[in-house]
């Protein structure tokens, strides 16, 4: 992929990229796909929030009860959940940095108030306060278009940030 879209130096800069918190920053798993999509996920470090949004893969699952846990959390005590718009209370604390949330097979909103931020550091190479860490890449937010998916992944992956005009809004 990256011969295809990135520039020259992209798959070293992969390797070398400033955005190293992505690995540290909170984060789904245990998504039960191919039931279970998960359309975004990324953190917004200016309000320590975790955004999901997920949707019915399976259309014959919709409305079947599911789980995925959220980790590196800070505290996961202190965890404050929306789910469309509404406070969400279907969580267990499964460790000091661990949750699982129980939802349903459909498209939902979560704003997981997570606590983790970063701050500001000299020679952070591009950090700043209240950045945004994408953490993944989709169809949803790149349209269909393969070229424009594959793109703003190698920009993300090599510490560029997102590229495609709704990545980087």
Same mark, same amino acid.
């Given at each position: ?48 929030? #975790? ?41 267990d604390v499964l460790g000091r940095n661990r949750i699982r949330l129980t939802t349903t097979v459909d498209t939902h909103e979560f704003q997981i108030v997570t606590g ?39 920009? #993300? ?13």
């Amino acid at each position: 992929m990256v011969a295809e879209v990135g520039d020259e130096g992209s798959w070293s800069r992969a390797f070398e990229a400033p955005h190293r918190d992505k690995y540290e920053a909170p984060t789904m798993q245990g998504i039960d796909f191919p039931s279970f999509g998960v359309h975004q996920a990324w953190n917004d470090a200016a309000t320590a929030t #975790l955004h999901v949004g997920t949707y019915a893969a399976a259309a014959d699952q919709r409305g079947r009860e599911t789980r995925f846990e959220v980790v590196n959390l800070p505290d996961a005590a202190t965890v404050t959940i929306r789910c469309d718009g509404a406070p969400f209370n279907r969580v267990d604390v499964l460790g000091r940095n661990r949750i699982r949330l129980t939802t349903t097979v459909d498209t939902h909103e979560f704003q997981i108030v997570t606590g983790y931020g970063r701050r500001a550091r000299a020679g952070a190479g591009g950090e700043r306060e209240g950045a945004t860490v994408a953490t993944s890449v989709t169809a949803s937010q790149c349209g269909d278009d393969p070229v424009a998916i594959a793109r703003a992944s190698v920009a #993300l992956l090599t510490g560029r940030g997102p590229s495609c005009p709704c990545c980087a809004a």
